[in-house]
């Protein structure tokens, strides 16, 4: 599986983007789709998680409420919507995929996209 993140940009304090994750392979529907972030000097964190079958999403507190994940799998595709951006959500963001249930959890991933930055201005 080949993973590529895109969307992201320069934007201002309370602004939005939409990044996407487009994916080869024919095993996309099966696969849960996890966005980490890293930022200058921070450890990768866990942002945001959709299951399989879309009927399960999970996000970090830092971000719950502001943005929201989702898939399209006739597309292989999925997609962080991300509204009310702040400053410290400047990060390289990156989509990640896994066959384990284990949404959150940064090691289960086996697949990685190469990140694309998102800059929130002040």
């Known amino acids: 599986v080949q993973l590529q993140a895109s969307g992201g940009g320069l934007v201002q304090a309370g602004g939005s983007l939409r990044l996407s994750c487009a994916a080869s392979g024919r095993t996309f529907s099966t696969l849960v789709i996890g966005w980490f972030r890293q930022a200058p000097g921070k450890e990768r964190e866990f942002v945001a998680g959709v299951s399989w079958g879309i009927t399960t999403t999970v996000y970090a507190d830092s971000v719950k409420g502001r943005f929201t994940v989702s898939r399209d799998n006739a597309k292989n595709t999925a997609y962080l919507q991300m509204n009310s951006l702040r400053p410290e959500d400047t990060a390289v963001y990156y989509c990640?995929?896994?066959?384990?249930?284990?949404?959150?959890?940064?090691?289960?991933?086996?697949?990685w996209g190469q990140g694309t930055l998102v800059t929130v201005s002040s």
């Open positions: 990640a995929a896994t066959r384990s249930g284990r949404v959150p959890v940064t090691a289960a991933y086996d697949y």
